[in-house]
């Protein structure tokens, strides 16, 4: 049997026998790393190109997190940059990061990049969590 690793990007193992539990969890306990973590480590985005490469999993996971931990939903719809600032994810000054909602229960997250000082904006890419079932 392969060993489990949790990829997932909120944590699972409640979920899971109490031996697959344990295993997660020792996983866990030998990275040192958060389950909840929205990174691996402090991460500053430089550019737009870096925003566009890597910013969708840094937002997904945030997006999931705020299925699971109401006062986070609030902080990040309240304030995105300054919630992903206070997990140590800088972004470049012209990001603007915006949450829709749409009459909608899920938030979509809107990133977008401010061209030539002014207000024009270029939508770099938005991510919404849906359910999909298939057959």
Request: proline share 6%; charged share 25%; aromatic share 6%.
């Amino acid at each position: 049997m392969q060993p489990l690793t949790n990829t997932a990007p909120v944590p699972f193992a409640r979920y899971l026998p109490a031996r697959a539990n344990r295993r997660i969890g020792a996983d866990h306990a030998q990275t040192g790393r958060d389950a909840f973590a929205l990174a691996a480590g402090a991460t500053r985005l430089e550019n737009s190109a870096e925003v566009e490469r890597f910013l969708p999993d840094i937002l997904g996971r945030a997006l999931a997190r705020c299925w699971i931990d109401a006062e986070f939903r609030h902080r990040f719809c309240s304030d995105p940059r300054t919630t992903l600032a206070s997990h140590k994810i800088e972004l470049p000054a012209i990001i603007d990061i915006e949450v829709v909602h749409h009459g909608q229960k899920r938030p979509m997250v809107v990133v977008s990049e401010r061209q030539g000082g002014g207000l024009a904006r270029r939508r770099l890419l938005y991510l919404q969590l849906v359910m999909v079932a298939g057959k």
